[in-house]
Each structure stands twice: as C-alpha cells, then as structure tokens.
C-alpha cells in the first residue's frame, strides 16, 4: 500500500512539473478583480466627465465638434485609458509576483514568455486598427475591437496558460461582437467585458485556484 501511495505521490509530482515546464500557472485571480475594478472606475469617469446615460452616442458630438472640443475629448480619453492599463497592469504584476513568490514558481521564464508574445500579437494589430478607427473617425467600433482582440489575445495565449483564460477569451469576443451592432452602447459593453467579466472571472480563478491552497 505504501509503494503504491509512494507511486501515486511521484506521478502526481512529475504531471506538476511537467505542467509548470509547459504553463504559466502563477497567474494571480486578484489580478483580474483588480483590472476589473480599475475599468469600472474609468468608465465611470467618462460617463461622469461628459454627462451621458448608459446611451453613450453623446458622446461622439464631441469628437465631431469644434478642435477643441475633438482636442479635449481626445486627450480625456486617451489619459483617462492610460491610467486605466498603468493601474491595471501595476495591481496585475504585483498579484502575480506574490502569488509565484507563493508557489515557488520562477516568474520570468520560457512560458511567461511564450505568454506575453502571444498577447502582445493581436493586441498590437488592435491597437493599429483602433488608431486607423479613430483616424477616420469611426468611434462607435472603438470599444467592440478592444474587446474583439483582447479577446482574441486571450485564446492566443491559452495555449501557455490556464485554460480558464480561453473561456474569458470566448466571452470577450462574442461581446464585441454584440456590441459592434449596438454602438451606441459600445462603452456599456466595454464597461462589462474590462469591468464585470474581469470581476467574475477573478474572482473564480481565485477560490479555484488560489483561496483552497
């Protein structure tokens, strides 16, 4: 009994190893709930700044005003999703770290790498689209492509991660893609997919994951 317990115990030890050497599994579900919480607060001061309802179309008399008017737009927003991504990913790095400190995992290694190749790919094509979005103005599909390619992101690099990230990444897409026939709420759909999606599947990921170790 004790030689089969003894085998069970080193299979057990080998599949860990083997999933460490092929995953990044140190991803923290704080550092969701974290990004979430941060999307909420910056959707929450465009829709205050300007004085909308959850029918964002107002919005774009703004950016089809005066100079100044598209100047002050432009920048509020442009600094307003800055520190959004700056609070997001400082809160996400920070979760991380401790909970690879936790595990005793390495957090720079060959799969984090693989990781952030495969997100940065279809973020950066996102972020090409979204400026030629914004340069032809074109402001109602925005919010949709962030959410179509983030989401997209997410599937790409599932493959090195938890696959949980796929099932974010699936949500995230069919989003955008609702939200692309409903521009005018294109930013209460971004406000569910960065904020409430980023929430849950945080929260998930950490009583998963986490919370029982």
């Avoid at 300007?50 to 100079?67: E, Q, R």
């Avoid at 997209?152 to 991660?161: E, H, I």
């Avoid at 409903?182 to 971004?190: C, D, Q, R, T, V």
Wanted: charged share 15%; proline share 1%; with cysteine.
């Amino acid at each position: 009994m004790n030689k089969q317990n003894e085998q069970l115990e080193a299979l057990t030890e080998i599949r860990s190893m083997m999933e460490r050497s092929s995953r990044f599994i140190s991803l923290s579900g704080l550092s969701g709930v974290s990004a979430g919480i941060c999307a909420l607060i910056g959707a929450a001061v465009v829709y205050y700044h300007f004085h909308v309802g959850l029918n964002n179309a107002a919005i774009y008399d703004y950016a089809s005003g005066t100079s100044e008017q598209r100047f002050d737009f432009f920048a509020f927003c442009f600094i307003t999703g800055a520190l959004v991504l700056i609070a997001s990913l400082a809160a996400g790095i920070f979760f991380t770290v401790r909970n690879s400190r936790k595990k005793g995992f390495g957090i720079w290694d060959t799969t984090a790498k693989r990781v952030l190749i495969n997100l940065f790919i279809p973020l950066a094509a996102g972020g090409l689209f979204c400026f030629a979005l914004l340069y032809n103005r074109v402001l109602g599909l925005i919010g949709p492509a962030t959410l179509i390619f983030y989401g997209l992101a997410l599937l790409n690099a599932s493959k090195y991660t938890l696959n949980d990230i796929r099932y974010l990444g699936i949500c995230e897409i069919v989003l955008g893609l609702i939200a692309s026939w409903f521009m005018e709420y294109s930013l209460l759909f971004w406000s569910i997919g960065f904020g409430v999606m980023h929430i849950i599947y945080g929260t998930v990921m950490y009583f998963k994951y986490e919370k029982s170790n």
